[in-house]
């Protein structure tokens, strides 16, 4: 294809990308359903017939989609940067428990369901993966709306947040890696002693000799080739470029070195490669593929158990550590989200071959609509939850401004009260 | 060579632990002191050092200036998406109390022995004003800001009027 077209389409991608981000951000939905809906909407065109696919090179192109799955790439390792493992150290029992139990409860339901609609169980698998992470956002600002983000349930729900997508992000290995289990397990072993154990203790080394090279952005270029090196090893192994990406960013979020380049890499991962990911992924879902029972049913089932399977696994994690059930359902409405890591999951056991080509558009669709039900059911549903806290607060406002007005009237009565001269 | 070049020079070789202020004069909170304390601080300057406690101050992290954005903004402002999700917590609505929960765990830090030329480099390589200086055992023992970088070249230059003392920072104390 003529470069002039790539071009083209990356410009094109990137500014509907961007609109549409503004779009969603406007009804105050997460950003990246907007991204996704304006590559449905190019994507289609192309499906359509109404633009030549000469002209749009969205579909099967090796330079966008190459672009598209580094885009991945850097997204993953922007998480491990930004991940601050000391405060991980320092994540409470609740929190803990509730996201073991908030990943694995997903992940089984989703198994045995799509297990019970005839699905492979590799396939069956990386569908449960799919469930497993929660998206934060939409979350943190329906809580601080409600100004119950201060509470014990918001802090959990926060930390368990960034834990949960840990998980999410290391068990699509199980997905996409072949081989016995055995060996599957030692060659993770020996992937994370090397990005994780040696890269830990020599980080610090590799940095210092980027600095003595003295030459322009040389850090940030070292620290480049190791986000690649990582993602070419764990590409290998897994099938799962994004490992290596995400373990390179967290060995480096360790140096204040690594903190300070973050600003670099977001403006490459944000600024370019992140919006062509989400954009490239819309324009996969062909629309047609709504006519076919079998992408419905898939949908429904995934959306189903993503939303009862987090509230369950969330809930019964914090119930088990002592919560009562109106807290532990409040923990679990926070954690029913998805966006990110859902869908990276999905490109992953895609081009991993977990979810065979066949499959594809039946998986894109339904994970789309149960990551656009996810988002849009949580604030009514945490508004409810809330409900009784929101309006003990509201009183509790009401009758402090009560007691303030007694108070001033109280005043100023003893100060227009004439005193006594002696 | 002409003066400023002369000064320059100087300058350069000058040794970080013959200029670095008292510990005494630094902005310097712990972990559990109110964010409120850590603001009135950057009201003046332009970082805040947070320690474990006063008698080891073993260093534990740092709050800049431009932290109070995330400080003081609402965590929707911050764009949570993935990769963008630790500002969040450094909100006083996301639930930011103390030092503790706002500070930069991943300091950077210069040997004492460095010299001013090595400070400049790393800041500009960093984009950062400020570097602590600490010893093997992680405690705090000074500080170069790039504002002490220009009074010690003004000083250099015998201009500017710069007041200085045997140990760089005139400031007064700022124990929290």
Known sequence: MDATWILFTLGVALIFGKLGDHIMERFELPGVLGEILMGMILGNLIYFGIIKPEYLALHSNETFEFLARLGIIFL?????????????????????VSTIMGVFIPLLLGYFGLKLMNYPSREAFAGGVLLTATSIGITVRVMMDLGVLRSDVG?????????????????????????????????????????????????EKYIHFSEWLHVEKGVLGMVLALMFLFSALAEHWFDAAIEGAFMAGLVLSKLPEGKRIMDDIRAIAYGFLVPVFFVYTGAMLDL??????????????????????????????????????????????????????????L??????????????????????????????????????????????????????RVEAVKETKRRIFSLKRPRKRP | MNDVERALQTFYSMKLSDIMPLVISMPIVTLDSPIVDVLKLLRTRHHVWVVSDKESMKLEGVIRYLDVMCILLPPENTKARFGNISAIFKSILGGAEKAADVMEHNIM?????????????????????????????????????????????????????????QHGSSSRSEWH
């Open chain 1, 347 to 400: 490109m992953v056991a895609i081009h991993g071959g977990a979810i065979p080509q066949s499959d594809a558009p039946k998986f894109i669709a339904a994970t789309l609509i149960f990551i656009t039900v996810s988002v849009i059911i949580t604030p009514p549903l945490l508004k409810w939850a809330f409900k009784e806290e929101v309006e003990s607060m509201k009183k509790g406002k009401t009758e402090k």
């Open chain 1, 288 to 345: 047609r593929v709504f006519t076919s029972f079998d992408a419905l049913s898939l949908a429904g089932v995934l959306t189903a158990i993503a939303v009862i399977g987090k509230v369950l696994g969330r809930g019964v994690g914090a119930m088990a550590m002592g919560w009562n059930v109106k807290k532990a359902l409040q923990m679990g409405i926070g954690s029913i989200p998805r966006t990110e890591v859902a869908l990276v999951d």
């Open chain 1, 76 to 96: 993953l390792f922007l998480g491990g940067l930004d991940t601050d493992v000391e405060m991980l150290k320092k994540t409470g029992g609740v929190a803990t």
């Open chain 2, 109 to 165: 830090a210069i040997d004492e022995n460095a010299t001013v030329l090595d400070a400049l480099t790393k800041m500009r390589r960093y984009k950062v004003q400020i570097l602590a200086i600490i010893d093997e055992k992680g405690t705090l023992k000074g500080e170069i800001s790039l504002r002490l970088l220009i009074d010690e070249f003004l000083r250099l230059m015998k201009i500017g009027g710069v007041q200085w003392t």
């Open chain 1, 155 to 203: 802090a959990a729900s926060l930390s368990a947040s960034v834990m949960d997508d840990f998980l999410g992000i290391a068990l699509i290995i199980f997905a996409v890696g072949t081989g016995s289990v055995l060996g599957l397990i030692s060659k993770m072993a020996i992937f994370f002693i090397i990005t994780g154990l040696v890269a830990w203790y020599t980080i």
